[in-house]
């Protein structure tokens, strides 16, 4: 009798990381389909800024990549839903003077909302991203528990924490076990295009900085800021 291979659906953007996560996946027996999840980007008559996460030239990337490894690849058009969800809910956390945090956000009602609904749709067994951690079992509860990635320094756990026993169940995270050096070794030995690109570390729909970007949809409100002994210690914007 012929076993079934498993099939799973990577959310890939065409970096280093979820392009390992699939290789590794698909070397695992998986069957693989890549997921490229396109965002919403601003645009006008003046700017024509791409998301980061979602540009072309992620995508032509990507495509590459799933030729290399010999994958199909999917696209999922979130535009609407990642507006209203991520970059809505930023302006909305700053005009309250808050600080928000979209990356976390966008897992826990984008990313992996929609990963989840495209999995039942098509069938598959599990989801997986290049996310640095780990998943594994409770010996004392038998829910699943998210753990630290063996590289500290890379450790993405923190940007996971929302995810429910359903989403854990069938999440993969083949990364974890790894560290970021090992990861780019194995990029190059298979090689996968684009392993020595520098990483952002930038909120992926604001182009420019921070401050041109709330300039464009709030009045700013300059004020003073205190430490906890309500001292000021100087004004803010």
């Known amino acids: 009798m012929v076993r079934k291979r498993k099939k799973v659906l990577v959310a890939m953007s065409g970096g280093v990381d979820s392009s390992m996560a699939a ?3 698909k070397k695992q027996g998986y069957d693989v389909t890549g997921v490229f999840m396109h965002f919403w980007k601003e645009f ?5 800024f791409e998301n980061k996460c979602c540009s072309l030239e992620s995508y032509e990337k990507l495509k590459t990549v799933c030729r290399i490894i010999n994958i199909p690849l999917i696209i999922i058009h979130a535009e609407k839903e990642f507006k209203r969800a991520v970059v809505d809910y930023f ?3 700053y005009k309250k003077g808050q600080t928000p945090n979209p990356c976390i956000v966008c897992n826990q009602y984008i990313k992996f909302r929609l990963l989840i609904k495209k999995m039942l749709e098509l ?3 599990n989801i997986a991203t290049g996310h640095y951690a780990m998943i594994k ?5 038998q829910n699943m528990a998210l753990y630290k990635a063996k590289d500290k320094h890379k450790d993405q756990s923190y940007f996971l924490y ?3 026993q359903k989403q854990l169940s069938r999440l993969l995270l083949p990364l974890g076990k790894y560290t970021k050096k090992e990861v780019k070794k194995m990029a190059k030995v298979l090689m996968l295009p684009y392993a020595e690109n520098e990483e952002s570390q930038d909120i992926c729909f604001v182009d420019n900085t921070i401050e041109a970007f709330l300039k464009k949809y709030l009045k700013l409100k300059p004020g003073l800021i205190f430490n906890e002994d309500g001292k000021i210690l100087g004004k803010h914007r």
């Open 162 to 164: 929302t995810l429910n």
């Open 91 to 93: 302006l909305t956390e």
């Open 123 to 125: 069938n598959a067994d």
């Open 137 to 141: 079992e409770s010996a004392k509860s």
């Open 23 to 25: 290789a590794l996946l």
């Open 44 to 48: 006008d008559d003046k700017n024509q």
